[in-house]
């Protein structure tokens, strides 16, 4: 490995399995230091148990905070135990025709996650749900127009990140259009440009006006943008579309490498290496260590061959570490009593009861 190596892990971000920190991942984080890491189900349990795992997992980058991410959308995308406050999909809140009440879902959310040591949600979606064949977005979207996702997108934006969480938008350029699911294979977007303009861009334009921290790419191929490579992969949808006609110069991260519309097409290493050449900053990998060191190895061979520029490399680096600085320092670690007072508590049950009565009586006045 080159002298950059211990740079090089900042730009991954990493899934694991089990509910604590293993010896072998203990070992794994100090070696190859990853910029973050990513939980889910399989990884959490109870309130004490992700209290424990998140200050152990921080235990083992001493020299940078981890950002520790988790897919908490609300409704069928809910990672937490049931003890937590486990908001409804995306659809009830977009029913409800409130950024305030978006925006106070978003802030409970991250107050219980903060509680636990989690500072990252790979959320708002920010995708239209404009095609009902669609099988993976449907009931994750606020909506089914880009002036509703558009809203609701940037009140959960601010509601996460006015409590010091990381918001995620996703997944750019829009998933809401697509008839398969990139988990299994490679979504084809025969959409005009114009009605991508129209439909899919205005919610992430919106967000990135309102300051979201990071994005997510879509594994999605877009015909009237890039007939070669899905967007993850793009310079042309990244490096010039995202980075400069939308100028936007905060954290991108890739969806999971390891899925299908992925995998299936590249190898993970060179995936990874085109993410970060495409404009990417941190590309994940939620499951395969193997893979994952795959891929850490090919973009350290790629920098050592200036396949990747250092100036590409320090582009990254410096959008991660102001990422880190701005949310995560000065980094403390959480308390298991603490916790106890934030998670399911009152105050954010009631807020749950509210969603649904006013989402009932919503439905009722439109129907």
Do not use: W
Request: hydrophobic share 40%.
């Amino acid at each position: 490995m080159t002298i950059a190596h211990d740079q090089i892990g900042q730009l991954f971000m990493i899934g694991f399995e089990g509910t604590t920190v293993s010896a072998e991942l203990a070992s794994f984080i100090r070696e190859y230091k990853p910029g973050g890491v990513i939980v889910f189900s399989r990884n959490l349990e109870s309130t004490e148990q992700i209290v424990d795992l998140t200050n152990e997992l921080q235990r083992c980058s001493p020299h940078s905070p981890l950002l520790i991410s988790i897919d908490q959308e609300g409704g069928r995308v809910s990672r937490l135990p049931k003890e937590f406050t486990i908001l409804p999909p995306c659809e009830v809140l977009g029913q409800c025709h409130s950024s305030e009440l978006a925006y106070a879902a978003a802030a409970t959310t991250a107050k219980e996650l903060t509680a636990v040591g989690i500072n990252m949600n790979m959320s708002p979606v920010l995708d239209v749900n404009s095609n009902p064949s669609n099988p993976v977005i449907g009931d994750r979207a606020f909506g089914t127009t880009p002036d509703l996702v558009s809203h609701l997108g940037l009140a959960t934006v601010r509601g996460l990140q006015d409590n010091r969480v990381v918001a995620c938008g996703k997944h750019f350029p829009g998933h809401g259009d697509t008839t398969s699911d990139s988990h299994k294979e490679l979504p084809v977007v025969t959409a005009s440009h114009e009605r991508l303009e129209r439909i899919e861009f205005p919610p992430f334009q919106q967000a990135i006006a309102g300051g979201v921290a990071t994005m997510m790419t879509a594994h999605v191929q877009y015909q009237a943008l890039d007939e070669q490579r899905p967007g993850t992969l793009s310079p042309t949808i990244i490096g010039k579309f995202l980075r400069q006609e939308l100028d936007y110069d905060g954290v991108v991260l890739t969806d999971d490498l390891e899925m299908h519309a992925i995998i299936d097409h590249y190898g993970i290493g060179d995936a990874a290496v085109l993410a970060i050449q495409a404009g990417c900053d941190m590309p994940l990998i939620c499951k395969d260590r193997n893979r994952i060191v795959a891929a850490i190895h090919a973009v350290d061979k790629a920098i050592t061959n200036a396949d990747i520029s250092s100036q590409r490399l320090a582009q990254s680096l410096a959008r991660i570490s102001r990422l880190k600085e701005r949310y995560l320092l000065p980094y403390r670690p959480v308390t298991i009593s603490d916790a106890k007072l934030v998670v399911g508590c009152r105050s954010h049950r009631a807020l749950l009861r509210s969603i649904h009565q006013i989402r009932e009586r919503s439905v009722k006045a439109a129907s």
